[in-house]
C-alpha cells in the first residue's frame, strides 16, 4: 500500500481543521482497505471456481477409469478364484472401500488444518496500526 507524501500544516490551521483532515483521512483509509480486501476476495474467488472446474474434470475422468480398472479387477480376481466372479467382485468391493475410506480420512484431516486467510489485507492492516501509533516516522 503506498504512503501519501506528508503534507505541510499550516501553523494557523485551526483544531478543527485538523479533525476533518484526519476524518477525511481516516474515511479514505478504510475506502482502501475495504477496496484491498474486495480484490483479495474476488481473485480467491476465481481461482477457487477455477480450480473447481479442473478437478471437476478430473474426477469425472477419473470415474471412468476407475470403473474400467474396476471391471479389470473383479475379472482378474474371479480367474484367479476359479472363475467366481461375485468372489472377485467382493474382493474389489472390499479393497475400494477401505481405499476410499482411507482416503476420505486424509482429505478431511486437511481440509481441517487449513487457514483461509487474506494475507495482503493483513499486511495492510498491520502498517495502517503502525501509521496511527507512530504517524510522524511515515
Known amino acids: 500500500m503506498a504512503v501519501s507524501p506528508t503534507s505541510v500544516i499550516d501553523p494557523e490551521t485551526g483544531i478543527p481543521d485538523l479533525i476533518r483532515r484526519l476524518t477525511d483521512d481516516s474515511k479514505r483509509l478504510a475506502s482502501d482497505e475495504l477496496r484491498l480486501a474486495k480484490l483479495e476476495v474476488h481473485e480467491s474467488i476465481h481461482t477457487g471456481v477455477r480450480g473447481g472446474m479442473w478437478l471437476g474434470l478430473a474426477l469425472a475422468v477419473s470415474v471412468v477409469a476407475m470403473v474400467g480398472l474396476t471391471v479389470f ?66
Open 73 to 138: 479387477l473383479i475379472a482378474i480376481s474371479g480367474v484367479i478364484a476359479g472363475r467366481n466372479y461375485w468372489a472377485g467382485a467382493l474382493i474389489v468391493g472390499v479393497a475400494e472401500l477401505v481405499a476410499g475410506w482411507l482416503l476420505l480420512r486424509r482429505g478431511l484431516a486437511q481440509a481441517k488444518a487449513s487457514e483461509v486467510t487474506l494475507p495482503e489485507s493483513r499486511a495492510s492492516l498491520a502498517d495502517t496500526a503502525t501509521w496511527v501509533r507512530h504517524p510522524a516516522r511515515h
